[in-house]
């Protein structure tokens, strides 16, 4: 019905007929209720979701969508968009059913059937407040203004379980709210869509290319990218510097742009992040990953970072290390209350032969040693100072970070979470010289593993033992073994 119905504006040929482009037709074959997508610049995505909604809203009566910009210049485009949709069907429906009462102000409202069309910015505190809206479209998410968090749980609250949620945008820096969603789109139900560049196909260029760096043979291979699209990356690259990976996305992790000074070796993880092993086990809608199971006869180190247990803001943590190695062996990351916690923990710890659980007991954790101690009745807390529970102070945390930096620099294939990765692209150095997260992310894994890292290698010194370690893995992960190097 799209494309027999609707029509756009094409920049060289005028009016015609919207004819759905590569990344309009993946989205269409993965739409689900809820949905996010990550993308290069001018796709078309935004022009596909409207004309879906916009069927929708003629074609269901009682239907509200709403369309949310990230600033009025967007919010006026995306409109015209619309009304262009409107305003060439066929006159016996605009005259008839499809009849508006109004249309201006970016709202187009058919009263016969009780229907309506409204585009919104991000920059309204009263976007879509009071309304229940069925179809949600909330472009360019990297880039709005004031609290995006606040505006977005907001709009979100307007829609009910049967309704549809778009998120998308091009990327802006590995933080921030887009940032966050993208990363937590498993947990939060929602279907990952992502698009390159290459996908657009007036992204060609004419200019002769040279013999091909292995980076772009590379691309080649994996994607049959043509000599002239390879031409156009090189000019790409060449005109926008460092901004070409966020402008023109090739993969779903480089895209995001640190932020700051980052304290980590950034190109480093970058590297890792795209060569990290599928877990064997993923569970609680991927708030539990494992890709290393218990092993008899090893010892095995849980650190934990709780948080207040919200369903927003810090995650909980719990990072499980082979004791000998180092290794990352599985994950916990969530937002639970203290008590839930303490249970995940304490099944976790029990699974990997007792592990020594070491629990920050700064804040919330607190709470959480209290529930493992009593209701859990663990047997294995890590204690120090005569105290259950790990202190982390002003005099600590430096260690912490060098711990995982060490890491990092000398075995980050022991690491295979993407989320720890993740969180140290985005962890930065402030201007009062301290090392956090930046604005809008976490750093709630990267604490977990330091202090599963500084119990293991006894608080004093480097994070693991005597030199590299070198592992050989079996297919199925079902067993390994290792070499102390």
């Not at 887009?178 to 200019?207: I, T, V």
């Not at 990356?233 to 996305?249: K, V």
């Not at 916990?332 to 249970?343: S, V």
Request: glycine content about 8%.
């Amino acid at each position: 019905m799209l494309e027999s119905l609707l029509k756009i504006r094409e920049k060289e040929r005028g009016l015609i007929a919207l004819r759905c482009n590569r990344a309009q037709r993946g989205l269409s074959e993965r739409f689900g209720r809820r949905n996010i997508v990550l993308k290069a610049r001018q796709l078309g995505i935004t022009t596909y979701v409207a004309a879906r909604f916009f069927i929708h809203t003629i074609t269901r009566p009682g239907t509200l969508s709403v369309q949310v910009a990230h600033d009025q210049r967007s919010a006026e485009e995306i409109f015209r968009i619309v009304h262009r949709f409107w305003e060439n069907l066929p006159i016996s429906l605009r005259t008839g059913a499809l009849a508006t009462s109004r249309a201006n102000v970016r709202q187009i409202v058919f009263p016969y059937l009780d229907s309506e069309y409204r585009v919104e910015t991000a920059a309204d505190p009263n976007a879509g407040r009071g309304l229940t809206i069925h179809n949600l479209h909330c472009s360019e998410v990297a880039r709005w203004p004031r609290d995006p968090g606040e505006t977005l749980s907001s709009l979100r609250s307007a829609v009910p379980t049967g309704g549809e949620i778009v998120l998308e945008s091009t990327p802006s820096g590995a933080s921030g709210c887009f940032y966050e969603e993208w990363q937590s789109a498993d947990e939060m139900g929602y279907a990952r869509h992502f698009f390159p560049w290459w996908y657009e196909a007036s992204y060609r260029s004419e200019h002769e290319i040279s013999a091909l760096t292995a980076g772009e043979q590379k691309l080649v291979t994996l994607y049959q990218l043509t000599p002239k699209q390879i031409a156009f990356r090189r000019q790409m690259r060449a005109e926008l510097s460092g901004l070409a990976s966020q402008e023109f996305a090739e993969d779903p992790e480089s895209c995001f742009l640190g932020s700051g000074e980052c304290v980590f070796d950034e190109m480093t993880v970058r590297e890792r992040l795209g060569q990290c092993p599928l877990p064997i086990r993923s569970s609680d809608n991927g708030r539990l990953l494992a890709w290393w199971p218990p092993q008899p006869r090893r010892e095995y180190v849980i650190g934990v970072d709780p948080a207040g247990g919200g369903s927003e803001g810090d995650y909980s943590c719990a990072e499980v290390v082979d004791k000998t190695t180092g290794l990352q062996c599985a994950e916990l990351r969530g937002h639970f209350p203290p008590r839930e916690l303490a249970k995940r923990v304490a099944g976790l710890g029990r699974e990997y032969n007792l592990a020594l659980i070491a629990v920050e007991r700064n804040n919330h954790g607190h709470g959480v040693i209290a529930h493992l101690t009593s209701t859990e009745a663990y047997p294995r807390l890590y204690e120090e100072g005569g105290q259950i529970g790990w202190l982390t102070s002003a005099i600590s945390r430096p260690m912490l970070v060098e711990n995982v930096a060490a890491l990092l620099a000398t075995s980050i294939k022991l690491v295979s979470s993407q989320h720890l990765l993740n969180e140290c692209r985005t962890f930065v150095r402030q201007a009062d010289g301290m090392a956090r997260a930046a604005s809008g992310s976490h750093d709630d894994c990267i604490m977990a593993m330091a202090i599963a890292l500084a119990v293991r290698a006894g608080r004093t010194g480097s994070y693991g033992g005597e030199g590299g370690v070198s592992f050989a893995m079996l297919p199925n992960r079902d067993s390994f073994h290792f070499e102390l190097t």
